[in-house]
């Protein structure tokens, strides 16, 4: 009952977030220069043209009908059209969404790979040269720029050393697209038994992934360290080692299992990130996915899109946070009672 009340309470304060998401996205389309019936009739309009364009896309109305209307689309699945490509933003959504989701969970899994080790290490070996290199790695992830570091792998693997491939989307060319099934590829090719379009996804998704996976490694790195530290210093793990237990039951089996929970809340955050940041990276490998669908638009102005792609980054956030929440609250009865 305790866990049921945690849950409704979490829900109630997840609703005013979304109904303050949803003001901020409809605004946006004020916000942004141009008018959007400008932009889906033509530069050569007619005034008479425009009119009726605007008369059709609702703009005529008062902003609180306006409002309505967006909303009652959203509950509909309508997330309007893009005048770009002349379909609704929801096709093409759904169309790119999946690579967008591949690139996000490559990208994470290398956070996690690379992060919680170098997190583990630091800790265990504090104040030495490998606690420093880690450090300096987690400093230099945070502050460089998605679009640069990016820049730099494509220089340094593809132009110098020649081992990754060109940054032209999710296969080579020539290579035929695997059976749809999950619309991620690499899933996909192992699904069909495509072992020819597995190894060419896999080889593109190499450099994107480890663009977003460098960005968001130093969080994790820092917050299992930090953790692992106070771990380390409880008493527990005191008795722990002078009960003459192995090192390594000590660290990885009662130490680090305990880090891992407030860890489990720095994970929200990074799947949020990298749910937004993508929008840099896809442009910078011409990945075909939300992200980059979202820059397309706007440079052209195309604001259905746009809009959307806010709206579906900041509803994710949300889910994704308040699944965190929910975790951390099962992991720890004690959160419950907050």
């Known amino acids: 009952m305790g866990f049921l009340n945690y849950l409704f309470r979490r829900l109630a304060l997840a609703l005013p977030t979304l109904f303050g998401v949803s003001l901020i996205c409809f605004f946006l389309t004020y916000l942004l220069p141009g008018n959007p019936a400008m932009v ?9 043209h425009l009119a009726e364009m605007e008369r059709q896309m609702g703009l005529d ?4 009908e306006q ?5 009652s689309g959203l509950l ?5 059209e893009s005048s770009a490509t002349g379909r609704p933003v929801s096709q093409d959504f759904l169309q790119r969404l999946p690579a967008t989701l591949e690139l996000t969970f490559a990208s994470l899994l290398i956070a996690i790979v690379i992060g919680i080790p170098l997190g583990v290490l630091s800790a265990v070996h504090r104040d030495t040269l490998i606690d420093h290199i880690g450090r300096v790695g987690g400093i230099t992830g945070v502050a460089m720029p998605s679009f640069w570091t990016g820049l730099i792998f494509v220089y340094v693997f593809f132009y110098l050393l020649d081992v990754a ?4 989307g999710r296969l080579a060319s020539g290579i035929t697209p695997p059976q749809n099934i999950t619309g991620l590829y690499v899933v996909d090719s ?6 020819q379009t597995l190894r060419s996804s896999l080889y593109q998704l190499m450099l994107p992934a480890a663009t977003l996976g460098f960005s968001v490694m130093a969080p994790v790195a820092r917050m299992v360290r930090s953790t692992m530290l106070e771990i380390l210093e409880a008493d527990y793990i005191k008795a722990a080692w002078a009960a003459g237990l192995p090192r390594r039951t000590v660290i990885y089996g009662d130490a680090l299992r305990n880090a891992l929970i407030p860890v489990v809340t720095i994970f929200g955050i990074v799947f949020g990130f990298l749910m937004a940041g993508n929008a840099v990276v896809e442009s910078v490998f011409a990945w075909p996915g ?18 959307s ?3 579906f980054v900041a509803v994710l956030y949300v889910a994704v946070n308040l699944l965190v929440d929910l975790v951390y609250g099962l992991a720890d009865p004690r959160i419950r009672l907050g």
Do not use: C, H
């Open 190 to 195: 192992l699904l069909s038994g495509n072992w």
């Open 76 to 80: 509909r699945g309508d997330l309007g």
């Open 61 to 64: 109305r008062p902003l609180p």
């Open 290 to 307: 939300i992200g980059n669908y979202a820059v397309t638009a706007l440079m052209t102005k195309d604001s259905g899109p746009i809009q």
């Open 67 to 71: 409002y309505i209307r967006y909303v």
């Open 309 to 311: 792609f806010v709206l």
């Open 165 to 168: 491939p060109a940054p032209l």
């Open 40 to 48: 889906k009739a033509g530069p050569f309009a007619t005034p008479e």
